[in-house]
């Protein structure tokens, strides 16, 4: 669906990453708790379980951030049909988000920025 910056349906939008970055962000704290265990292989295997699933909420997450900020960008979101709206791609490409990590994801984009 098409909307404008500032209309409600963008306000939602915004809220909604809002959302997403938080998750994110804590997904993120999560992992990095168990980072050092998984790199030495010295944590059992528990932890090593945490471990996984926190990176793979990591992941989730910061996929599900970076299609909003694509969505907001193109002033499209997705339609519940999975429509020509929910492509993401045509004309698009990561550097063109208005949502870079380091901007908003503070010390995880910093510790992120170290690994990159």
Request: net charge positive.
């Amino acid at each position: 669906m098409r909307f404008e910056l500032g209309d409600e349906t963008d306000r939602k939008l915004v809220q909604a990453l809002q959302h997403e970055f938080l998750r994110c962000r804590d997904a993120f704290d999560d992992f990095l708790a168990y980072a050092p265990e998984l790199v030495t292989g010295a944590g059992s295997r528990r932890n090593s379980y945490a471990g996984y699933n926190a990176y793979a909420r990591l992941v989730h997450y910061l996929y599900e951030f970076l299609m909003g900020c694509a969505s907001r960008r193109q002033r499209d979101t997705p339609t519940a049909q999975g429509g020509a709206g929910g492509r993401v791609g045509q004309g698009s490409s990561a550097a063109n988000f208005e949502c870079p990590p380091g901007r908003y994801l503070g010390r995880a984009g910093a510790a992120l920025g170290k690994w990159a």
